[in-house]
């Protein structure tokens, strides 16, 4: 019994390690400046692909073509926190181009990125029919379609839970500008106040007839809701360090 145990943690072990696919020779960027970084990934071969923003990070995706190699820089509050080896797909690449530093062989993905599994360290699915599942609930989740697992799996179910409800959150992200309402209601964009000192971010805000209705910390962000009378809209902005790091058109904060 004691020799099972022994052996399960071992295994449990290894799979953890295994799951940590940094990738070799960018570790130095971390806790770089996000502009640092770019410019010496670019220095180092790297093609800037795409940026996604997820929460608070913003997930960039390079791809090397001498190396033939796709990583992916996760950027929290300015500054690098990771560096992890991506599939050839993330960078829009074909099949062919392996990705042999972190050995992946699955080759079937269409819409969601590795960076949508983060309770998976930001991996794809070995499994096949694993990721199919989780990108069929993404893809659900992003249009707006019912939820519908047609899975007997239990892995396959979950997948395609996970995969549904980052979906879900993806389609608000990408839908932030709008304010939710419909016809020809005057609408007033906030968006640009992203990333701009509080004081200046604040003091606009008043300007264009916001005021606030509620103020909250979440860890050690500061959350504050704007609602204006005018226009009927209501913004929800997330501070920290005095800069402000997101902000959200069509809030329900206000309520």
């Given at each position: 019994?004691?020799?099972?145990?022994?052996?399960?943690?071992?295994?449990?072990?290894?799979?953890?390690?295994?799951?940590?696919?940094?990738?070799?020779?960018?570790?130095?960027?971390?806790?770089?400046?996000?502009?640092?970084?770019?410019?010496?990934?670019?220095?180092?071969?790297?093609?800037?692909?795409?940026?996604?923003?997820?929460?608070?990070?913003?997930?960039?995706?390079?791809?090397?073509?001498?190396?033939?190699?796709?990583?992916?820089?996760?950027?929290?509050?300015?500054?690098?926190?990771?560096?992890?080896?991506?599939?050839?797909?993330?960078?829009?690449?074909?099949?062919?181009?392996?990705?042999?530093?972190?050995?992946?062989?699955?080759?079937?993905?269409?819409?969601?990125?590795?960076?949508?599994?983060?309770?998976?360290?930001?991996?794809?699915?070995?499994?096949?029919?694993?990721?199919?599942?989780?990108?069929?609930?993404?893809?659900?989740?992003?249009?707006?379609?019912?939820?519908?697992?047609?899975?007997?799996?239990?892995?396959?179910?979950?997948?395609?839970?996970?995969?549904?409800?980052?979906?879900?959150?993806?389609?608000?992200?990408?839908?932030?500008?709008?304010?939710?309402?419909?016809?020809?209601?005057?609408?007033?964009?906030?968006?640009?106040?992203?990333?701009?000192?509080?004081?200046?971010?604040?003091?606009?805000?008043?300007?264009?007839?916001f005021q606030e209705?509620?103020?909250?910390?979440?860890?050690?962000?500061?959350?504050k809701a704007w609602?204006?009378?005018?226009?009927?809209?209501?913004?929800?902005?997330?501070?920290?360090n005095g800069k402000?790091?997101?902000?959200?058109?069509?809030?329900?904060?206000?309520?």
């Open positions: 019994m004691k020799t099972l145990k022994i052996t399960l943690v071992f295994m449990l072990l290894a799979s953890s390690l295994m799951g940590q696919t940094k990738s070799s020779g960018l570790q130095d960027l971390i806790d770089l400046r996000g502009s640092s970084a770019e410019m010496d990934l670019q220095n180092r071969g790297y093609v800037h692909i795409k940026t996604a923003k997820s929460g608070y990070s913003a997930y960039s995706y390079w791809w090397n073509p001498t190396q033939r190699k796709c990583v992916c820089s996760k950027v929290s509050d300015g500054r690098v926190q990771s560096i992890l080896n991506a599939t050839p797909f993330d960078c829009n690449q074909n099949g062919n181009n392996s990705n042999q530093d972190m050995g992946y062989h699955n080759s079937n993905y269409n819409s969601h990125q590795a960076h949508h599994h983060q309770d998976n360290n930001y991996n794809h699915y070995d499994n096949n029919s694993h990721d199919s599942a989780f990108e069929r609930g993404y893809n659900d989740g992003l249009y707006n379609h019912p939820y519908h697992s047609i899975y007997t799996d239990s892995n396959q179910i979950s997948a395609y839970s996970k995969g549904y409800g980052v979906g879900v959150t993806e389609r608000a992200n990408q839908s932030s500008y709008h304010s939710g309402q419909g016809g020809n209601a005057t609408h007033i964009d906030c968006n640009d106040l992203d990333h701009m000192v509080v004081s200046s971010a604040y003091s606009k805000m008043r300007e264009r007839g209705t509620r103020n909250y910390k979440d860890g050690d962000h500061i959350i609602y204006n009378s005018r226009t009927k809209q209501c913004v929800k902005t997330t501070e920290k402000i790091l997101g902000v959200k058109m069509n809030s329900d904060q206000c309520r």
